[in-house]
């Protein structure tokens, strides 16, 4: 484990060959560990951050509540066969408080979890540059699940020319369907068991659009239908929006993103899918 | 002269030793050629770009009448010892027209030139943050006549761990005190004529700094007045500013910038210098 900028780019001035990279804010779960799985695979050696990034969570977010254990981390990234895991402190990151540098990505940033989280994906896209900046790793892998924040970093990456590649890994299910987040922790036992109707209406989705259903604003509505009538949770948005870019689209004659999030009463879950025509 | 962005990296990648970076516009003159002896100096192999980047210019700006010679820039660059010349066009540089993604840097980009050249410093930002990602240098060289451009990016750098150091080499002159600027082309006979009053306010406002003059209200005046008495120039700004986050000062007790724009018919002109407290 290493704790300083300094002292990872000296261990890594030291690496022969390719470095792969899996940014993570801990708790890890499954979904973490097929990323690092891959990145070990495919990579000389493999670099996993852990760091909760205070600037992309909002004043009145669960920051000081965000689930951590760096010793079941540090056991489960091991177990995937990770030898290097940056566990930097907010003073490490942050030396001077807020960073005056912000990386905004018109466009993607705005829609879907962006709409509700202002300032989120800034935040996500200034410590992903700084984690690229310190690893420099040949890939960076990124779970599906994250679909916002995939589109808005390959869009930064693209943009900025920075030199890495990206690899996004499916999103990894309980047996029942739930999307794997560390925020499922939160979940009361009746709002578990619950919440496996999100991936249930992304799945009756997907069979529609394949059964020729391309009318989104329908697909739409089945989905909360499904969501409202089997559960207790709000809806915050349901969208069906163009893979490339992430606008909404009318009708489904472009490969698209079908993403959602809903609010339980003790956390805010996400889910999506991709379905091509 | 290499004109793609994978060409200079295939090109790069097979270089040993440190690399030095100096980012120009073009139009070179011995600014920019002190610039790159240093560069040469000081290390293995020494790349200049040749950009003129669209994105750094305002609607009513002079991008389309800005000077470029690319004959003489090659000519100029090969004696001060450089061997690579990156020369791309716009496509290749924003292949998607204008980028989605904006690098903002709070509280040094506002004051100064900022406060009349909106997004003008967001466009330096993200086309620095692209060319040192596509470059990788080991250093960086900026001139010290774009004061405020090496503060927002050493900001930058700083904020999102760019694994690259600034070097910044001192103005360059005309032997009446002119700053050299690509722009200086554009003076008609007597606007150059009265030119070199800029430097000689901001020599006269040095000497009674040095002698005790401590009223950062009463160092301007005296530069407005100057220029004003001597020039047809019109001010845009004459600030003393915090050498460290560009602040105003009213009391001259730290160690400042005193920078100033003015217009001239034909053409906007900078200067600045340090005062060491």
Redesign the interface.
Known sequence: MIRT?RGL?QYLAKVNGSVGFVPTMGYLHEGHLSLMRRAVKDNDCCVVSIFVNPIQFGPSEDLSKYPRDIARDTRLARSAGVKVLFFPGENEMYPEGD??????????SQGLCGASRPGHFLGV??VV??LL??V?PRVMYLGQKDAQQVAVLR??VS?????VKIFVCPTVREPDGLALSSRNKYLSADERRQAPALYRALKLAREKMAAGESDAAKIISLIKKLILDETNASINYVSCVSLKDLKDVRRINEDVLVALSVGFKSARLIDNIIFKV
């Open positions: 900028i780019r960073p005056l540098t912000g990386i905004e990505v018109e466009g993607v896209a200034v540059a700084k900046n310190i420099q869009m930064m943009d900025l020319n920075f030199p």
